[in-house]
């Protein structure tokens, strides 16, 4: 089971692409971090729009390791997705 050290807020100095919806995470907007250790297989480390983030918060870990990625953007409102294909689009 994997062990969580980090779970923090920060400000991007670059931009980043969140683990969870897979669009851009802007220079300048705040952001979630999180790291951990998994045994076996060594450290690792997340970034995550806080809004998507948010969506994560009653997950366990049984939730965690057997969530499909490519259907998070399915936990998305229609104006969510919009909102950051403009923001992506903007660049």
Known sequence: MS???TDE???ARKDHRCYLCNFKIHKGEVYQYWSGVHPGE???S?????????KTNKWDWEDWENH???YF???LSAEEI???KL???GE
């Not at 997340?46 to 948010?54: T, V």
Request: contains cysteine; hydrophobic residues 35%; charged residues 35%.
């Open 68 to 70: 499909v990625w490519d």
């Open 42 to 44: 060594g450290y690792w």
């Open 82 to 84: 919009e909102y950051r």
């Open 3 to 5: 062990v969580c050290l």
């Open 73 to 75: 953007r399915d936990l």
């Open 9 to 11: 807020t920060r400000k």
């Open 87 to 89: 923001m992506e689009a």
């Open 46 to 54: 997340s970034k995550a729009h806080q809004s998507c983030r948010a």
